[in-house]
């Protein structure tokens, strides 16, 4: 390139490309300062190519120059130096060739981080099953993701503009709803979402969560949304509520059966007590007399489960009546108060009662099996006090039964009144039931339409408070 100008070698020599020109023999006649920047330094003089690349490299351009040189057109390739990757030009000149070497490592480094970001985003939709799409307002021009075609059953050749496939497969019951908040969201740029279904062509309905928003951008009027299949998620939740049903319709045959059974089955317990009393009346002697005290304990548990069971399942199969009256609440628990008095006493609890006069307008029956199973609970964990309390406080009657015992945490203060639960933290506590008494009060409580509270500090005290309606 002897014969180029001044301004020539200014421009060549300003280039951001390394140009190179080689004779037949791959001889450098001329390089600019790019070349010398990339290929020249004190033991690689430029003056042959074969002294600048490596043997594999030099092949293939050495292939390449003599493809230009015979054919007498430009070829170009990629290769790499240095780690370092160029697009290589080759172009036949005044009977020599000329190299010229584009860096494009950045915008190869830039395209593998966008492959690999986009496989990422693909990977995501897929495990998610979430397809994107975006739509361009003005030119009607619209993007859909490869999920977008998996939601809908469909192929990219399907697609057209003049056609709308995702108002074409919503369900008619779901397309109101779909329309009425895409033109909110273009009207007003309110983001929007919602549940819909979709009819593939196979006929099967897809569930899906649609969302959509609109794109800033000053040149373009964009909207842009995502659509997640959750047929899998929908199926699933079907079936657990069927189960569910069914399970509910279980226990409910149960119950009633027990409810309806409920005669039958206390009628031999009664027996069973009248038997003790004929037994301990006999001249029995102080072996048998313990054998017989024995047996009254175990047939008074069996009893008091009996009847906790027979309650649950009466409460539970709505069998339970309740039969509302207007009476003095404090005449109830005045007689509850003597009765455990009597069988505190044998405990060595004293039992201290604090009523006044409260009418209430509610079914005296179950709010006595209420109150037992309270004072019960309260005898089996007490150390030697007990508290009953009933007064009336404007609208409403309270009644409190307080004992001195072990206690309850705050965790399973939330826990007590559940079927079966018994706490843990009291030693040898299956011995004193099966932890029903506590969940036939809950359920009373609801039936009558009363309320009940608890405040307790482990091993100082536990307080039961039982409000309910006072009639004026």
């Known amino acids: ?53 490596d043997f594999q490299t030099l092949s293939v351009i050495k292939e390449h120059i003599y493809n230009t040189f015979h054919q007498n057109y430009a070829h170009n390739f990629n290769i790499e130096i240095h780690n370092r990757f160029y697009n290589l030009f080759i172009h036949p000149y005044q009977g020599n060739v000329v190299l010229c070497l584009e860096d494009i490592s ?30 361009d307002l003005d030119s009607k021009q619209f993007f859909w993701s490869s999920e977008m075609y998996k939601i809908f059953g469909i192929t990219s050749q399907e697609i057209h503009q003049k056609k709308n496939l995702i108002r074409e497969q919503i369900l008619s019951e779901d397309l109101p709803m779909y329309k009425s908040k895409l033109d909110r969201l273009i009207k007003n740029g309110t983001p929007v979402e919602g549940m819909l279904r979709i009819r593939r062509k196979n006929g099967y309905i897809a569930y899906c969560l649609f969302k959509a928003g609109r794109i800033s951008d000053e040149k373009k009027q964009r909207i842009a949304g995502t659509f997640q ?39 031999p317990m009664q027996a069973l007590q009248m038997f003790i009393e004929l037994l301990k009346e006999e001249n029995n002697t102080p072996s048998q007399k313990n054998i017989i005290d024995k047996i009254e304990d175990s047939a008074i548990g069996l009893k008091s489960l009996l009847d906790n069971l027979l309650d649950i399942s009466r409460l539970d199969s709505n069998s339970m009546i309740v039969e509302t009256s207007i009476f003095d609440a404090s005449k109830l628990i005045c007689r509850l108060c003597q009765e455990y008095k009597a069988i505190a006493e044998t405990k ?121 309606k006072s009639n004026k």
């Open 348 to 468: 060595g609890i004293k039992v201290r009662c604090n009523l006044h006069r409260s009418v209430v307008e509610t079914d005296s029956m179950l709010l006595e099996r209420l109150l037992r199973n309270l004072l019960s609970n309260a005898l089996k964990y007490s150390k030697d006090k007990i508290l009953i309390s009933c007064y009336p406080q404007k609208e409403i009657t309270i009644i409190n039964i307080i004992d001195n015992g072990v206690g309850i945490n705050k965790e399973e203060s939330k826990l007590i009144f559940d079927e079966f639960y018994q706490s843990k933290s009291i030693k040898d506590n299956r011995n004193f039931g099966a932890g029903l008494g506590l969940s036939i009060v809950k359920k009373i409580t609801k039936l009558i339409g009363a309320e009940v509270k608890i405040r307790s500090v482990e091993k100082k005290y536990t307080a039961f408070s039982v409000i309910i």
């Open 229 to 267: 299949d959750i047929s899998s998620l929908i199926e699933i939740q079907n079936s657990l509520e069927e189960a569910k049903q069914q399970a509910e319709a279980s226990n409910k045959a149960k119950s009633y059966f027990l409810a309806q059974a409920s005669h039958d089955l206390r009628h």
């Open 106 to 135: 950045e915008r190869k480094h830039l395209s593998h981080h966008l492959h690999e970001l986009r496989q990422r985003l693909e990977f995501a939709e897929r495990t998610a099953k979430i397809g994107y799409w975006e739509l």
């Open 1 to 53: 390139m002897n014969t180029i100008n001044n301004l020539e070698r200014f421009m060549l020599d300003i280039s951001t490309n390394a140009i190179l020109e080689v004779d037949y023999q791959g001889n450098i006649t001329f390089f600019n300062k790019k070349a010398a920047y990339i290929f020249h330094d004190e033991q690689t003089p430029l003056s042959n190519i074969s002294e600048i690349f």
